[in-house]
């Protein structure tokens, strides 16, 4: 049993770092509309909703860390946004989530808008961008459009690393 956790931790790590790769070498090549999708937010969520517990909160920790650390302004800023997404995530997970790919789109999308929202907001505060219509209309939005269909594509390997891996009992009738 020890040997399947240290497993899954370890291909949890090899996960996390692909979509760090991604996101910050091969997706800057292929902006749609000047916005790339946030893998690790949409790694966040999908590890979160199907997980659900403390692992799941470190989870969000780590990747918003990695997400600082890789192009963050506000240090830290990213971390507890990030934090606070698998806590919601965390809440919800009993409730309304049914582990549907569909769904994690959903959440992934309307988190995203949050996320990216409170992201220009403080942006606008700091650092005086006024223009927060502009970042709705061709930043927010597009990115969150875009980072909700790569969820699809995230949510079979995310599900896969936060369901337990339970050896089958062959039972004799």
Request: charged residues 10%.
């Amino acid at each position: 049993m020890q040997t399947q956790n240290m497993i899954r931790y370890a291909l949890l790590v090899v996960f996390v770092f692909l979509l760090t790769v991604l996101q910050t070498t091969i997706l800057r090549a292929v902006e749609i509309f000047g916005v790339i999708p946030n893998l690790l937010f949409s790694a966040v969520v999908c590890y979160s909703l199907t997980k659900g517990d403390w692992k799941a909160l470190v989870f969000g920790i780590v990747c918003g860390m990695i997400l600082d650390f890789f192009g963050g302004r506000a240090v830290g800023m990213n971390t507890l946004l990030c934090m606070y997404t698998a806590l919601v995530c965390i809440l919800l997970h009993g409730g309304l989530f049914n582990n549907n790919a569909f769904v994690a789109m959903i959440f992934v999308f309307l988190l995203s808008i949050a996320y990216e929202f409170f992201i220009y907001f403080f942006s606008l505060l700091i650092w005086g961008q006024t223009d927060i219509l502009y970042a709705l209309l061709f930043k927010i939005l597009p990115g969150s459009v875009y980072t909700a269909l790569v969820t699809l594509f995230i949510y079979p390997f995310a599900r896969a690393l936060a369901n337990q891996w339970v050896p089958r009992r062959h039972s004799r009738r």
